[in-house]
T-cell receptor, first 116, second 112 residues
């Protein structure tokens, strides 16, 4: 079972470059989300989606864009990378559209991004 | 602001010991409380989910309890093993924006 797949695993960018972090899930989950994990800060929600065509902002959305054209994919775009975006990024999904209140989150293995 | 605190930040125990990890949260209007495990360089794996109407959940050697009135959850690990070494995170959900608020985790080391 693939679960939640994130690519790439590692990425180094220069300041000002753009890139897309990929996330795909094969569990037909409605809810998908992006988190960043920083030392001393814990996990913080960037953007989330409750279904194809529906996205919303989380706690730290600035500098990131998302779209959800299919149930399976939820890419995260960095428009102009900054050193402050150096972090580990996790994609997570859950089976219920109406809430993440009753179903556990399934996480990918993360993308480690360094911006120089 | 909703906050989740985990104490201690790190814990080292000998193999075979029973142990308790603590999680406290502000705002008792939660929908559920989840416990996760994170191995180095990996994503989070869901261990237990306690809905707000429940008091505890059990899975194998793990037991998680929830006390909304005091804003506390505990994860009990029985007969710890070196393979239990990992970072354990708790997260509360609540509000209308599908957001989980995570604690910073407890790094557990079980020594053989």
């Amino acid at each position: 079972n693939a679960g939640v797949t994130q690519t790439p695993k590692f990425q180094v960018l220069k300041t000002g470059q753009s890139m897309t972090l990929q996330c795909a899930q094969d569990m037909n989950h409605e809810y998908m989300s992006w988190y960043r994990q920083d030392p001393g800060m814990g996990l913080r929600l960037i953007h989330y989606s409750v279904g194809a065509g529906i996205t919303d902002q989380g706690e730290v959305p600035n500098g990131y864009n998302v779209s959800r054209s299919t149930t399976e994919d939820f890419p995260l775009r960095l428009l102009s990378a900054a050193p402050s975006q150096t972090s580990v990024y996790f994609c997570a999904s859950s089976s219920e559209r109406t809430s993440i209140y009753n179903s556990p989150l399934h996480f990918g293995n993360g993308t480690r991004l360094t911006v120089t | 602001k909703q906050e989740v605190t985990q104490i201690p930040a790190a814990l080292s125990v000998p193999e075979g010991e029973n142990l308790v990890l603590n999680c406290s949260f502000t705002d008792s209007a939660i929908y559920n409380l989840q416990w996760f495990r994170q191995d180095p360089g990996k994503g989070l794996t869901s261990l237990l989910l306690i809905q707000s109407s429940q008091r505890e959940q059990t899975s194998g050697r793990l037991n998680a309890s929830l006390d909304k009135s005091s804003g506390r959850s505990t994860l009990y690990i029985a007969a710890s093993q070196p393979g239990d070494s990992a970072t354990y995170l708790c997260a509360r959900s609540g509000g209308s924006n599908y957001k989980l608020t995570f604690g910073k985790g407890t790094l557990l080391t079980v020594n053989p």
